[in-house]
């Protein structure tokens, strides 16, 4: 599975698919420039006016909801009906479901209309897109429970690929589960790096048809690079953040093949 992970690495850089984001403005400039050194081309359009026409030509569409108005909202759903009109994969990141009913509310109506290729985000987000009871603190989550059902559950619900990422990442859908053990603890001390995660998610799955195999791949090759940035910057969360974007250009085959810590379950081996 290693070798699988690493060949979708080295596809991503071959073939520098276009991602479209309508993402939050804290992490805009973040997530492009991660894109780029990942080997991706990011696009960042919003307008109205040319959402749709952007999402149609896309390799995957990205949507994020951090820092949520009515306007970007619209541009959500006018991005996404026409991805999927055109087949483009659709990945989402419901940022703070939970935390307001507003946010909640717009969750659950993007993930109900929109035919959504993968969802993204922490234990407390999804289980509140799906109406199950657990706790978040503004943006982050604070619950406890089994991730591993609760994806499953998810995956059954929305009829998608669920991504909930923690200490350890769960991918789930209809067919198993995938475990993902790579990664480092300060991720969770730079604002962003799950934003930009849930758009290198869309970057693998913008080359690969197989979208849980594409997070389950996305998110070691990630976790790999946030380990080599910890051994490049140490705990100081700058410097990780610039070093995480180095290791994003750098991590290669033989990182992917020496420390992926992925395992499939039920029909993903």
């Known amino acids: 599975m290693k070798e699988r992970v690493a060949s ?17 403005v804290v992490v805009t400039n973040f997530t492009a420039n991660g894109l780029l050194a990942l080997g991706a081309s990011p696009v960042m359009a919003y307008a109205h006016e040319e959402v749709a026409d952007m999402a149609r030509i896309a390799g995957a569409l990205v949507l994020n909801m951090g820092t949520l108005n009515a306007v970007e909202v619209e541009a959500m759903l006018l991005a996404g009906k026409a991805a ?13 479901a ?31 897109v799906i109406g199950e009871a657990w706790a978040i603190k503004g943006v982050d989550s604070t619950g406890e429970g089994s991730v591993v059902e609760l994806a499953q559950k998810a995956a059954k619900r929305l009829q998608t690929v669920v991504v909930v990422t923690g200490k350890e990442d769960v991918v789930a859908d209809e067919q198993g589960v995938f475990i993902i053990a790579n990664g480092h603890p300060l991720l969770t001390k730079v604002t962003g790096t799950g934003c930009l995660l849930t758009s ?9 048809t197989d979208v ?7 998110l070691a090759c990630y976790g790999v690079a946030a380990e080599l940035a910890y051994e490049q910057a140490g705990d100081n969360p700058g410097s990780f953040q610039i070093a995480l ?16 810590l992925i395992e499939g379950m039920n029909s993903h081996v």
């Open 8 to 24: 979708l690495l080295e596809k991503v850089r071959n073939e520098n698919p276009l991602i479209h984001n309508i993402t939050n």
């Open 98 to 128: 939970g935390a307001t009913p507003y946010r909640t509310e717009i969750a659950r109506a993007i993930a109900g209309t929109v035919k959504l290729s993968a969802i993204r985000g922490n234990a407390a987000e999804i289980a509140n």
């Open 84 to 96: 999927n009109e055109r087949g483009v994969p659709v990945i989402f990141d419901p940022v703070g």
């Open 200 to 208: 290198v998610i869309g970057a693998f799955a913008a080359v690969e």
């Open 245 to 260: 974007l180095d290791a994003l250009a750098i991590v290669s085959r033989v990182h992917v093949e020496e420390r992926a």
């Open 212 to 218: 849980a195999f594409a997070a389950a791949a996305a």
